[in-house]
């Protein structure tokens, strides 16, 4: 047997009609109101978030919810919250442009990943980027391995940029495609040119069971590939 359901109550809670139609004008007004704040935070607010902005357009967003649909919560407060918000976000985008030093504690800083088509490994532990992650990000733009890359650079916006070498200096690098690193593996079968599966440091290395790269110590290696890159 069913259970008797109030529908009036399942689909509009204890308010009536009436609520309804200051529902609506109050998410009107707030939804004027975020679009003044994003306005006041300029182009670069809207673009590509920093860690700093994506606070910013949260804590907006929090201010603008609850005075959507609880009666007891005036305009006046999420206006004031507003205010505060853009007031701090413009302060302290003018410490920034004044500070270096507080520009790194907000922002960060970039970080180079790849340099001279091997990892800086130091770097890239800092970080929370998977090799996957990464290596997709590479394959995106065309990269089979990593002798192909000059230079590789986290930006502080989470965006890769990539700096390719070119044609005549792509050297042997570690090749990232999946079926071909995911081949890696500990014993060297046949003598030439490998590349080391944690930080692409590449080295002729002759038959043997186990080598360590030398310049991580790790010991799963790949064969290294020098095709140049497909554009």
């Not at 205010?83 to 507080?102: D, E, F, M, P």
């Not at 990593?146 to 890769?160: F, K, V």
């Not at 692409?200 to 186990?210: A, I, T, Y």
Request: net charge neutral; proline share 2%.
């Amino acid at each position: 047997m069913l259970l008797a359901i109030d529908w009036s109550k399942f689909l509009f809670g204890e308010e009536d009609w009436q609520f309804l139609f200051e529902i609506g004008l109050r998410t009107f007004i707030m939804y004027l109101i975020i679009l003044f704040g994003l306005r006041l935070l300029g182009k670069r607010g809207v673009k590509q978030l920093s860690i700093f902005e994506l606070v910013v357009i949260i804590s907006l967003g929090s201010a603008a919810g609850d005075p959507m649909f609880y009666k007891e919560v005036g305009l006046t407060v999420p206006v004031v919250i507003f205010a505060i918000i853009v007031g701090c976000y413009r302060l302290t985008t003018y410490l920034t442009a004044k500070s270096t030093k507080i520009d790194d504690l907000v922002e960060g800083k970039a970080t180079y990943l790849i340099e001279n088509g091997e990892f800086s490994f130091e770097n890239f532990s800092k970080e929370t980027l998977a090799h996957d992650e990464f290596f997709s990000e590479l394959r995106q733009q065309g990269v089979s391995h990593l002798g192909q890359i000059s230079t590789a650079i986290l930006e502080t916006s989470g965006n890769i940029s990539v700096f390719f070498a070119p044609d005549e200096k792509v050297k042997y690098g570690l090749p990232i495609l999946p079926t071909t690193f995911e081949s890696g593996a500990c014993e060297i079968k046949t003598a030439g040119k490998y590349a080391c599966c944690f930080c692409g440091n590449v080295e002729q290395v002759s038959k043997k069971l186990k080598h360590a790269c030398q310049k991580c110590k790790h010991d799963e290696w790949v064969k290294a590939i020098n095709s140049l890159r497909i554009r």
